[in-house]
């Protein structure tokens, strides 16, 4: 829902959000344990329907509270707005987590069952939501999770009347939501593509469907139009067009074709087209097929073969059913393959090879440049994904990418240098393998599997003269050559080409104004630039001029960074202190499960993260790694059962088996991702939750020990150990994405490992009175 209304950025910090609540249950539980233990019953009776109603509230107040991310940098009133949604969505998490958490205090002697019991139904979560989305619609789903709390009660409805009173709101639930909820809109962000394509004139809405992979849009205005490579001197007119939008993000536009290849004149004067004119009768493979504009070039230059990857299947459907015939058939799969999987995935796992792959610009202009992608992971624009489509290609072959303009330019910068240092990784000559153009807002960048030759470089001068196309560069341009038409105001791409290519290229990277060091597979954020001197500028008298430059969603989530661990420490010493509590042996508490909770985080996200590459899709990586963690680590709980008089040599062990394994793991990264790529979706699944068990099943077992001997020593120390873990996972949960922007994940995962180490070594301290803090 969050990545519809907002962006991406929100997956991370509602899951920081979530882990706040149950961080913040354990100081509630802390201050409160006696009450709460007189009242255990009701309590586990009443929470669960506050949890229901406090879902249904926070849907509504996310339409009620306007908070818009691009606009905190020029509103303070937005970091408040930011606070409320914070706090909305932090209640249901909250009050879900008291239960959990007074189970622990109140039932001590089955800290590894309940523990299990958690995870268990965290882990199945996922799998189940999963299912759910194929089916069901976003509100849908959100009542159902609704009702589960409401069921949660039952156990605790110890009289007719409790029982009576849960019958009669579940009874009372679904006439509620279908008058509340089920035909309700989800609110975008006034910025996004969408809601400014639904501001055009005459625009309606002619389509919309929720599944696994977000919301696809379909919007019908006259004044729609999407071809961002085309040339301002095109002399043919334009098809009728549709916007194709995915979460409210700009896919690409549904033209009409009638089949007439006339209609199509357009396709050659677009910077995309480069391609067709130094081949002939091309094999194509082409990457986000989306509303199929790149497949109609393909048969209008006549391509010999053309196969398309298209991630999305709910995209490919709805343009071979709904829009088949106003696209001319555009997906017709007898006279193209289709393919509904990751591109990554595609180039890894086939051993096809083709005489051109094309991969195109796509989003708005806007959202670009407002920087709201910049924490994005794409593993399809990374160095080793470039490779891998340079042994795809057939010898003469072509690999045609596009990507946007801005001035300075950040997108189509950081994009040739990637390819630069692809190039030079398989030992090819790079000055001779590319050629870059541009028009007025896009930059398309050709890379040959082999040299260009002289007659290839004079079609390309050709063309763009016709076009009014401006050339960037090729093996032996010169200045004079670049900037003619569409002027900026520097020759970048010349000057960076050079010194690219040459032995200054480091002091290139730090010298320009935007972080433009290729991505990789360990740091695949594409679309981040972010560089502090851009902060500094913005702090300094340029102040707001510099605001088109900033990277805003990196901006944002360091400031929910900021906000969370704010709470974070409120919420976890200030309480300590004011209730006067003895802080005699709290310091090894609190290293030791604050130590777990910020180790877990950083092993679980950046699995996640690496794993996108193994299955190829973020919704199984997400769904396979959640799960698998927290189902392992609650059979770990269970086995941590049998051993109830854990010892440090018990704990020690456990911690030299997970850094053993987590250095397996680093290791043998590379050999995975190739041992995997030609087996079945289900296959890599099951083998990627089997790879998780060695890791995830220790994993589990330190936590619940460390309640188990808090209970004989400081038993009125668990709930803060709760809210200690708690809050740290929230640290976790946020700091791996900017951790591993830095440094890259194989960090990430070394500093969880480190972690790990720390909470071995304070474990023997645990539960000794013998220690100020």
């Not at 987590?662 to 083998?687: C, E, N, T, V």
Request: net charge positive; with cysteine; aromatic share 14%.
């Amino acid at each position: 829902m969050f990545s519809i209304q907002y962006w991406y950025h929100f997956a991370y910090l509602i899951i920081s959000v979530a882990l706040l609540g149950f961080g913040t249950s354990g100081t509630f539980i802390f201050i409160f344990r006696k009450t709460l233990k007189n009242k255990t019953s009701t309590i586990f009776y009443v929470f669960p329907l506050l949890v229901f109603s406090s879902i249904w509230i926070n849907v509504y107040l996310g339409r009620v509270i306007t908070f818009n991310p691009l606009m905190i940098i020029w509103q303070a009133s937005e970091i408040l707005n930011l606070i409320y949604v914070i706090l909305a969505m932090f209640v249901p998490f909250f009050l879900g987590a008291v239960c959990i958490g007074l189970g622990f205090l109140v039932f001590p002697g089955n800290v590894h069952k309940i523990y299990f019991s958690n995870l268990l139904g965290s882990g199945l979560g996922p799998l189940l939501t999963l299912l759910t989305v194929l089916h069901l619609s976003l509100y849908e789903i959100i009542f159902i999770v609704s009702l589960m709390s409401i069921v949660a009660s039952f156990p605790a409805a110890e009289n007719r009347l409790r029982k009576s009173v849960l019958l009669i709101i579940l009874i009372a639930a679904l006439p509620l939501y279908l008058i509340f909820l089920h035909d309700t809109p989800v609110e975008m962000n006034p910025f996004k593509d969408l809601s400014r394509a639904e501001s055009l004139k005459e625009a309606k809405k002619e389509f919309q469907k929720f599944g696994p992979l977000g919301l696809v849009t379909v919007i019908d205005s006259p004044a729609y139009h999407y071809l961002p490579d085309l040339s301002l001197n095109c002399p043919y007119t334009l098809p009728e067009q549709k916007g194709l939008f995915l979460d409210g993000n700009t896919v690409g536009a549904i033209n009409r074709f009638s089949g007439k290849p006339e209609e199509l004149r357009f396709m050659e004067y677009r910077t995309n087209s480069l391609a067709y004119q130094l081949l002939t009768n091309p094999e194509v493979l082409i990457i986000g097929g989306g509303g199929g504009t790149e497949i109609l070039g393909a048969k209008y230059y006549r391509a010999k073969n053309v196969s398309v990857v298209e991630m999305n299947g709910d995209i490919m459907r709805l343009m071979q059913d709904r829009y088949r015939l106003f696209s001319g058939n555009v997906y017709n799969p007898d006279e193209c393959q289709i393919f509904i999987e990751d591109g990554r995935g595609y180039l890894q796992r086939t051993k096809e090879r083709f005489d051109l792959i094309q991969l195109s610009v796509s989003e708005s202009m806007d959202s670009a440049s407002s920087g709201v992608y910049s924490l994005n992971e794409n593993y399809l624009l990374t160095r080793e994904a470039l490779r891998t489509c340079i042994n795809r290609l057939n010898s003469g072959g072509l690999i045609s990418i596009s990507q946007w303009i801005k001035d300075p330019p950040r997108e189509s910068m950081k994009l040739l240098a990637m390819v630069i240092d692809a190039l030079e990784a398989e030992k090819k000559d790079a000055s001779g393998s590319i050629i870059m153009i541009r028009s007025w807002q896009t930059a398309t960048l050709l890379i040959k599997n082999g040299i260009f030759s002289p007659g290839e470089i004079e079609k390309t001068k050709t063309f763009c003269k016709d076009r009014l196309f401006d050339l960037c560069y090729y093996s032996g341009i010169t200045r004079d050559e670049t900037n003619v038409v569409n002027r900026m105001s520097e020759s970048y791409f010349f000057v960076a080409a050079k010194k690219l290519l040459s032995k200054e290229k480091e002091q290139f990277y730090q010298e320009y104004p935007f972080d433009i060091r290729p991505a990789t597979d360990n740091k695949p954020f594409f679309s981040h630039f972010f560089k502090t001197g851009i902060l500094k500028k913005y702090l300094s008298s340029e102040g707001r001029i510099v605001i088109p430059f900033m990277d805003w969603g990196y901006i944002l989530v360091w400031i929910s960074f900021l906000i969370l661990v704010l709470f974070s420490i409120i919420f976890i010493l200030v309480p300590l202190r004011l209730m006067g509590q003895s802080s005699r042996g709290t310091l090894p508490v609190f290293v030791y499960f604050g130590s777990l909770g910020l180790a877990y985080m950083f092993l679980e996200i950046s699995f996640l993260q690496q794993f996108i590459r193994y299955l190829y899709d973020p919704v199984f990586s997400a769904t396979v790694v959640i799960s698998s963690f927290l189902v392992y680590s609650g059979i770990g709980s269970l086995i941590g059962d049998k051993i109830r008089q854990a010892g440090p040599r018990h704990i020690s062990i456990l911690i030299i088996f997970i850094v053993v394994m987590g250095g397996i793991y680093i290791a043998a990264d590379p050999f995975l991702q190739r041992a995997l790529s030609g087996l079945s979706l289900w296959i890599r699944m099951l083998i990627c939750s089997l790879l998780i068990a060695p890791l995830a099943v220790p994993m589990g077992i330190p936590f619940p020990s460390g309640l188990s001997k808090l209970r004989r020593a400081q038993e009125d120390l668990i709930p803060w150990a709760w809210g200690v873990n708690g809050f740290f996972s929230v640290i976790g949960a946020s700091g791996t994405v900017l951790i591993a922007i830095g440094f890259g994940f194989k960090v990430v995962i070394l500093f969880a490992l480190t972690l790990y180490i720390l909470s071995g070594i304070t474990y023997a301290l645990v539960g000794s009175t013998n220690l100020n803090s």
